[in-house]
T-cell receptor, first 111, second 112 residues
Framework: GESVGLHLPTLSVQEGDNSIINCAYS??????FIWYKQESGKGPQFIID?????DKRQGQRVTVLLNKTVKHLSLQIAATQPGDSAVYFC??????????FGRGTSLIVHP | DAGVIQSPRHEVTEMGQEVTLRCKPI?????LFWYRQTMMRGLELLIY????????DSGMPEDRFSAKMPNASFSTLKIQPSEPRDSAVYFC??????????FGDGTRLSIL
């Protein structure tokens, strides 16, 4: 039979809105977390990171929040622009220094 | 500032053929990673080198896959013989110490 690819979670927003992308991680021992952005036809690109001794970190138009109690990570993008349309991945890193990537969320920004 | 460079960008070949993917990491980075990305399985780590030495190859699917890093500026991922289920985008990434990885733009591989 025909194989069906798994569809990514999708977030659709209007240009200018704020976007929140969520990620649940699995390993309570992970102490470093990274968000990547992947545009069509390109490799994942680093956006922002956070260490486990912090619960919030801000960059340019982006903020990452970490809730270790529930093993949850979020990426907030302020004033979302069409150029922000991409797939966003979170990654957790433990003692091995090797990131474990989530499945990704597709962000679609409508002009 | 050159990033991670992968070649070829696209490869289409018939099953049974040997495929060689190439990667030039960022100069000064001491870790190199090969990933495979598909819609079904997402981004999978195949193998990881540190200082040119393979550290973890548990993600390599089977003996048809092999990877080498003869020096700090070059790595190859070889599939022999290739099969249609190997069709995917293959990424190389490099990093320095406990820093985020930098990815190349990938090789889109299609095995007919």
């Amino acid at each position: 039979g025909e194989s069906v690819g798994l569809h990514l979670p999708t977030l659709s927003v209007q240009e200018g809105d704020n976007s929140i992308i969520n990620c649940a991680y699995s390993n309570s021992a992970s102490d470093y977390f990274i968000w990547y952005k992947q545009e069509s036809g390109k490799g994942p690109q680093f956006i922002i990171d956070i260490r486990s001794n912090m619960d919030k970190r801000q960059g340019q138009r982006v903020t990452v929040l970490l809730n270790k109690t529930v093993k949850h990570l979020s990426l907030q993008i302020a004033a979302t622009q069409p150029g922000d349309s991409a797939v966003y991945f979170c990654a957790e890193v433990g003692g091995s220094y090797i990131p474990t990537f989530g499945r990704g969320t597709s962000l679609i920004v409508h002009p | 500032d050159a990033g991670v460079i992968q070649s070829p960008r696209h490869e289409v070949t018939e099953m049974g053929q040997e495929v060689t993917l190439r990667c030039k990491p960022i100069s000064g980075h001491n870790s190199l990673f090969w990933y495979r990305q598909t819609m079904m399985r997402g981004l999978e780590l195949l193998i990881y080198f540190n200082n040119n030495v393979p550290i973890d190859d548990s993600g390599m699917p089977e003996d048809r896959f092999s990877a080498k890093m003869p020096n700090a500026s070059f790595s190859t991922l070889k599939i022999q013989p290739s099969e249609p289920r190997d069709s995917a985008v293959y990424f190389c990434a490099s990093s320095s110490g406990f820093q985020p990885q930098h990815f190349g733009d990938g090789t889109r591989l299609s095995i007919l």
